[in-house]
């Protein structure tokens, strides 16, 4: 079981950026496809962005394309979200996941393909 630990959220204003950061502990990143995801009270968990273990393969929210990025280090055992331009309606509890798929190239969009969760961190943008 790999333990996820969320960080870099905080207060920015609307057209800032803001990095966030999963580590993980007790465990490795290699061979899980790795994602984000975003929730705020009253809705269901949103998919932001994914990442294969293998090949670099990304997929993204309609809503966040063209402003955010998801990269990740596997010999730090850290996947990171690279947020631009935050707009007000990006406000959000940030989620990071893994998935444990086979599928070296494929990446994992539904919250259901995902196994394992961070706690969160908090992704507040003032306009």
């Not at 969320?6 to 290699?30: K, T, Y």
């Not at 273990?53 to 979200?81: C, E, H, M, P, Q």
Request: aromatic residues 12%; proline residues 2%.
């Amino acid at each position: 079981q790999v333990r996820l630990h969320e960080s870099g959220g905080g207060l920015v204003q609307a057209g800032n950026s803001l990095r966030i950061s999963c580590s993980a502990s007790e465990g490795s990143f290699v061979g899980y496809g790795l994602g984000w995801f975003r929730q705020v009270p009253g809705k269901e968990r949103e998919f932001v962005a994914g990442i294969s273990w293998a090949g670099g393969n990304k997929i993204y929210a309609n809503s966040v394309k063209g402003r955010f990025t998801i990269s990740k280090d596997d010999a730090k055992n850290t996947l990171y979200l690279q947020m631009n331009n935050l707009k007000p309606e990006d406000t959000a509890l940030y989620y990071c996941a893994t998935a444990p798929h086979t599928g070296a190239w494929y990446v994992a969009q539904l919250a259901g393909e995902y196994d394992n969760w961070g706690q969160g961190t908090q992704v507040t943008v003032a306009s």
